[in-house]
């Protein structure tokens, strides 16, 4: 058995090296994206990778994701510009604070890795993850969403140009399909 | 004044960080911290928040990175800092030298009835912060102390915390604008220039 799955592909796993992270920085260049908060999430990893080694952009790790919508609204006013990354689950520690860019009128770009959908293999996953897209909407922010890995780069693209160019917050969610379900108990077993 | 058990007045502290301010930048907030900056006279170069508790020290930070040659003060109170009490982490690891965060340590909820906050019961606001790595963390008592948080906000190197210990008075509110367009509008006409009307 354990010969036979280093043969066979995992079709939960995406099948090349996805290039789409690296589509997605040169994006977030072009917008000129100086400050990179996030709270860390394996679908992200090849873009804070991307990120720290740019000396022209500075990697903050945040102990919590409301940490980053303060921090990119102090970006705002001091003339940066910046992208929050974070996974599903932190969409719902961010709720209050986004009242800020909401009330303030400032633009807020959210890069948001899906779990709880396709593939999920952790039940305590699904109530985020179901719930991501209705939260950010409750709180008036414009969600847009890229179901294939094609997409993600021109979804960010146009996401950033409404945060920016008309001041209020946007969210890109990043399919699960996109990025490979994980599966605990395979990694259980080895 | 230099009393070291008599508690210091809220805006007595407010008025002697922001004396001769020039082109330092105020972020408060909410609740009194707010009324205090607004007391000692509204600046466009001042950002009061009215909401999103537990915003003050990470919006003063990523100003302060986007701003790096002008002085960041922010101006919160032990309610609002204790919310978001991992910021400290995050801020101390980052060190932003233009950075100084002055706790107004009332050692109560002043807008809800003031109940307790844990600093009531003997949380270390400085100790974390110091724990966090924080080069410069104090406890502040006196007004030579404040002072010297003053000093160290306008021209240290940062990153600064101080817990200033203050007495649980409520006072009468000095509001500034409440309309977080004109707060945010007004705010980066004076640092970015009339350019940043055009986006």
């Given amino acids: 058995m354990a010969d036979l799955k280093k043969t066979e592909p995992n079709r939960n796993e995406p099948v090349a090296l996805p290039t789409w992270p690296d589509e997605v920085y040169r994006v977030l260049k072009e917008a000129d994206v100086r400050q990179v908060g996030m709270v860390p999430d394996a679908g992200h990893s090849r873009l804070i990778r991307a990120f720290e080694a740019d000396p022209q952009a500075r990697v903050i790790t945040l102990t919590t994701e409301e940490e980053g919508i303060a921090m990119l609204a102090g970006a705002w006013l001091g003339g940066e510009r910046g992208v929050l990354l974070l996974q599903s689950s932190g969409v719902g520690n961010c709720i209050n604070m986004l009242s800020l860019p909401m009330i303030c009128r400032m633009p807020l770009l959210m890069l948001v890795t899906m779990r709880g959908e396709w593939g999920e293999f952790n039940p305590w996953q699904i109530p985020m993850g179901q719930g991501t897209k209705a939260a950010l909407e409750a709180m008036g922010v414009i969600v847009t969403r890229a179901d294939e890995p094609h997409l993600v780069a021109s979804t960010v693209s146009g996401a950033a140009n409404l945060a920016f160019n008309t001041w209020r917050p946007a969210a890109v969610l990043i399919a699960q399909r996109v990025l490979g379900a994980k599966n605990f108990k395979e990694l259980a077993r080895k | ?199």
Wanted: net charge negative.
């Fill in chain 2, 1 to 199: 004044m230099n009393v070291p058990n008599a508690l210091l007045h809220r805006r007595d502290v407010v008025n002697e960080l922001l004396r001769d301010r020039n082109d330092l930048l105020v972020v408060a907030g909410l609740g009194a911290p707010n009324w205090d900056i607004s007391a000692a006279g509204d600046s466009p170069n001042n950002f009061p928040l009215w909401g999103a508790m537990g915003a003050a020290a990470m919006l003063g930070f990523g100003l302060a990175i986007a701003q790096p040659k002008r002085g960041v003060l922010v101006i919160t109170g032990d309610g609002e800092m204790l919310m978001s009490v991992g910021a400290l982490a995050t801020i101390a690891v980052q060190n932003p030298p233009n950075l100084t965060i002055a706790v107004l340590d009332n050692e109560r909820f002043g807008e809800t009835g003031m109940q307790k906050t844990h600093t009531a019961a003997g949380v270390d606001l400085a100790g974390m912060a110091a724990a966090a790595g924080f080069k410069t963390s104090r406890i502040v008592r006196t007004m030579s102390e404040v002072t010297e948080i003053r000093d160290l906000a306008h021209h240290g190197n940062g990153p600064v915390f101080a817990q200033v210990k203050i007495n649980p008075e409520a006072l009468y509110f000095v509001l500034p604008p409440a309309d977080g367009g004109i707060l945010t509008t007004r705010f980066r006409q004076s640092v970015l220039g009339d350019g940043s009307l055009y986006n």
